[in-house]
């Protein structure tokens, strides 16, 4: 796992490329805040200092087993089946619709942030996501 400053640095970066991507590809868009989320609890579990974080398994299992965790469990779960999803089930019909990116998606990023911003002592502040029109 890298240290924090680069989980940190990459959760932006990924921020930053979602309103980017055209509405039209809601499986970037997840996939992408997906991405954006690990690196979120990444940066929580560096500051920790939480060992064995190699693959989604052992992250998924830590943020399941651990109490300090839980909020960040029930929003991260979903938005990484959703992922998985549409990566990997290539039905756009069950995707996400456009206009539910963001009670679906980025409302469970922001539960994350708010849970790592608030558990990590980080001081960062995160502009609310748009998409493209």
Known sequence: MANPSKHLAQWTHNRSFIAHIPPQYRDWIVTVTF??????????????????????????????????????????RPLY????????????????K??????????????????VIKLSNTAIELPALTLLS
């Open 35 to 76: 991405y954006t989320a690990l690196h979120a609890v990444d940066t929580l579990l560096e500051h920790d200092r939480v060992a064995g974080i190699v693959s989604h398994e052992s992250r998924n299992t830590t943020l399941m087993k651990t109490n300090r965790y839980q909020a960040i469990n029930r929003a991260y």
């Open 98 to 115: 456009q206009e539910d990116l963001q009670s679906r998606v980025f409302a469970l990023l922001y539960d994350i942030e708010k849970s």
């Open 81 to 96: 089946d959703l992922s998985r999803t549409v990566r990997y089930l290539a039905n756009p019909a069950t995707w996400v």
